[in-house]
């Protein structure tokens, strides 16, 4: 009973291929984060949703798409990735009142 | 725009002592939370404390607590009695009250523990 899981948790692709990670949340919460850990652990938003309606898009390539089928899922499609691809994504969720997000466990994605 | 600060990127600390990491913060806001989040070596983003930016009182969890200086914009987490399963990334992080507003994190302080 995880409660934000992603899938994959390693990703090896080549350069220019197109790949998905997915997330789902099982804690009932209304918004969910894409954020990219790069190889210097720096953590940075790319996206948000809240029920299904994206509010924040910071800038991100747009190879990059987001995609909320329902609440609790939050998926994020690559196209065409490129080897500065390569980082760490953690998906997040919360709920209202709350303040803090929780963390799934991050997928690696290794572009080569 | 808002930004965090940590200005050790690396500490260490002999087990069973006390450390403290620093954390700055800047914004216009008055309203917010501040939280620690500490990455072991799984990569795992696990809270370790959050504060509420209107209450005065420094939050603790157990060996955790912090010291919380509105005005200054400070923002430090002492580990008391550190263990070998303390040693992490610790990532100091603001979010501004608005209900979607994103965590911004600083770039981390990485602490090891000497046995």
């Known amino acids: 009973d995880t409660a934000v899981s992603q899938t994959p948790k390693y990703l090896v692709t080549q350069m220019g291929n197109d790949k998905s990670i997915k997330c789902e949340q099982n804690?009932?919460?209304?918004?969910m984060y894409w954020y990219k850990q790069d190889s210097k652990k720096f953590l940075k938003i790319m996206f948000s949703?809240?029920?299904?309606?994206?509010?924040i898009n910071e800038t991100v390539p747009n190879r990059f798409s987001p995609k909320s089928p329902d609440k609790a899922h939050l998926n994020l499609h690559i196209n065409s990735l490129e080897l500065g691809d390569s980082a760490v994504y953690f998906c997040?969720?919360?709920?209202?009142?709350?303040?803090?997000?929780?963390f799934g466990p991050g997928t690696r994605l290794t572009v080569t | 725009a808002q930004t965090v600060t940590q200005s050790q990127p690396e500490m260490s600390v002999q087990e069973a002592e006390t450390v403290t990491l620093s954390c700055t913060y800047d914004?216009?806001?008055?309203?917010?939370?501040l939280f620690w989040y500490k990455q072991p070596p799984s990569r795992q983003m696990i809270l370790v404390i959050r504060?509420?930016?209107?209450?005065?009182q420094n939050a603790t969890e157990n060996r955790f607590s912090v010291n919380f200086q509105k005005a200054a914009k400070s923002f430090s987490l002492k580990i008391s009695d550190s263990q070998l399963g303390d040693a992490a990334m610790y990532f100091c992080a603001y979010r501004s009250r608005n209900r979607d507003d994103k965590i911004i994190f600083g770039k981390g302080t990485r602490l090891h523990i000497l046995p």
């Open positions: 804690l009932g919460h209304d918004t």
């Open positions: 504060q509420e930016a209107y209450k005065q």
């Open positions: 914004t216009s806001e008055s309203d917010y939370y």
């Open positions: 997040a969720s919360s709920g209202q009142g709350l303040g803090e997000q929780y």
């Open positions: 949703y809240n029920n299904k309606e994206l509010i």
